[in-house]
């Protein structure tokens, strides 16, 4: 398991958003410790067995859509891939993001992106990384030198 990770920037007394941004982010939260699980994740919570045996969990698109879908009471049923996603909503340009925000991560020369997580502020994110980790708290400094697109799906 990773240990990289970062506090809970809601802690510490940091109020959530309004609105929409406010509940994506508390949906996500609430599966924090969760296995991740390739392919792993629906609109109604963790799903799948991982490779590595653990589940039921999420990968970095199904939390997102369990999370929005959660937040919107039903509204928004993204689908189960981060290239996907990245259509949904409106794009931000980097140094108007806010928390509630999606954030994409591209390799260099990719045409997708490999990777989605939830903008906390303060360049602090919520994901689910890889094989043998667990929904975590993380930085933006984990993905150095990568393309990152950010989108906003409410207001």
Known sequence: MST?????????????PAGFAGSFIAAGRTQLGKPYVWGGGSYSGPS???????????????????AAYQASNGKFRLPHYSGAQI???????????????????????????????IYLGGNRILQAPHTGDNVRFGTIAEFAGEVLTVRRLGG
């Open 4 to 16: 990289s990770s970062c506090d809970d920037p809601n802690e510490a007394g940091v109020p959530l």
């Open 48 to 66: 799948g067995i991982g490779s590595d045996g653990r589940g039921p969990g999420f990968d970095c698109s199904g939390l997102v859509l369990y």
């Open 87 to 117: 259509t949904f909503g409106h794009q931000i340009a980097w140094d108007d993001k806010r928390p509630g925000d999606l954030v994409f991560f591209t390799r260099p020369g990719a045409s997708a992106p490999h990777h989605v997580a």
